[in-house]
């Protein structure tokens, strides 16, 4: 158990759909991230949410949508992907800039 | 800018054997290292960070990773490896206290033959 939840685990999604992944952390973390985890790529930061900043990756497309409605509740919105979009999408939450806990991953599958 | 190598795919090592993971970084600055560990599907676990003071640090698990400055390097050690240490290893490296933005290797496939 790591205090942070994504759902859903599994999503398989036709490129006209929308749909949302959903991140709760429950360790009283003020900063929430999301990350895109390919096969054989570094981890790539897409949009990151805290007090002091919000940070988005400029390479990520404009079909990613982030929302954060509070310190323990992320989005992401998924809307018109592209088969590359297919991925491990990591959802983390930090106390200030320490250490990451990361929640177990949504498999997203775009067909 | 900062960024991370993690020169080996895969590392392979018998049970029992020491045990190393290797990381160079480049960052303006002065580093703030970590190590990270992926289970199975499963997330990412924090391990190790190096901030400032002694070289060596001690993490979870058993495991230590040494900060070399000269070298840029932060490699992950463990002196006696077990099966159970069999994972994906992920280096990360910011570059600025108080950032927000770590930039994380592609990740180092560790498998301990029994």
């Known amino acids: 158990e790591t205090g942070v939840t994504q759902t859903p685990r599994h999503l398989v999604m036709g490129m006209t759909n929308k749909k949302s992944l959903k991140c709760e952390q429950h360790?009283?973390?003020?900063?929430m991230y999301w990350y895109k985890q390919s096969a054989k790529k570094p981890l790539e930061l897409m949009f990151v949410?805290?007090?002091?900043?919000?940070?988005e990756n400029n390479s990520v497309p404009s079909r990613f949508s982030p929302e954060c409605p509070n310190s323990s509740h992320l989005f992401l919105h998924l809307h018109t992907l592209q088969p590359e979009d297919s991925a491990l999408y990591l959802c983390?939450?930090?106390?200030?800039?320490?250490?990451?806990?990361f929640g177990e991953g949504s498999r997203l599958t775009v067909l | 800018a900062q960024s991370v190598a993690q020169p080996e795919d895969q590392v392979n090592v018998a049970e029992g054997n020491p045990l190393t993971v290797k990381c160079t970084y480049s960052?303006?600055?002065?580093?703030?290292l970590f190590w990270y560990v992926q289970y199975p599907n499963r997330g990412l676990q924090f391990l190790l960070k190096?901030?400032?003071?002694?070289?060596l640090v001690k993490g979870s698990y058993g495991f230590e990773a040494e900060f070399n400055k000269s070298q840029t390097s932060f490699h992950l050690k463990k002196p006696s490896a077990l099966v159970s240490d069999s994972a994906l290893y992920f280096c990360?490296?910011?570059?600025?206290?108080?950032?927000?933005?770590?930039?994380f290797g592609k990740g180092t496939k560790l498998s301990v033959i029994p």
């Open positions: 983390a939450s930090s106390l200030a800039w320490g250490e990451l806990f």
């Open positions: 360790l009283g973390h003020n900063a």
């Open positions: 949410y805290s007090l002091e900043e919000r940070v």
């Open positions: 960052v303006s600055g002065n580093p703030y």
């Open positions: 190096y901030i400032t003071g002694d070289n």
């Open positions: 990360a490296v910011t570059w600025r206290a108080g950032s927000y933005q770590l930039t």
